[in-house]
Nanobody
């Protein structure tokens, strides 16, 4: 049974930092690319960052230079270090896994529209940034 479990969300003030984690199980982790997505109330889900099995990364322009995606293959875990947080970063953050061979590219996966039926998804962790 595939499981993606996010943790690390919370409430911070603008300029603060948070580190999200995602624990994956139930599939061959190394065969999948991993990503972070987010959805704010009343808005479409959007791609934040993605990483493949060779640790190549891609980021949305809105988080480039502030967020860092990483993974620990030995622990089947994905991370998102978020620095210099802004109120507009407030959203539910989701961890996702997609078969690498089905992705045209990491950036293609991050671009809208985001298909929530593609790959595996966690339940999300809330991030709230106050001004």
């Amino acid at each position: 049974q595939v499981q993606l479990v996010e943790s690390g969300g919370g409430s911070v003030q603008a300029g603060g930092s948070l580190r999200l984690s995602c624990a994956a199980s139930g599939y061959t982790y190394s065969s999948y690319s991993m990503g972070w997505f987010r959805q704010a109330p009343g808005k479409e889900r959007e791609g934040v960052a993605a990483i493949d099995s060779d640790d190549r990364t891609r980021y949305a322009d809105s988080v480039k230079g502030r967020f860092t995606i990483s993974q620990d293959n030995a622990k089947n875990s994905l991370y998102l270090q978020m620095n210099s947080l802004k109120p507009e970063d407030t959203a539910m953050y989701y961890c996702a896994a997609a078969p690498s061979h089905l992705l045209l590219s990491l950036m293609w996966w991050l671009l809208p529209p985001i298909n929530a039926d593609f790959g595996y998804w966690g339940q999300g962790t809330q991030v709230t940034v106050s001004s």
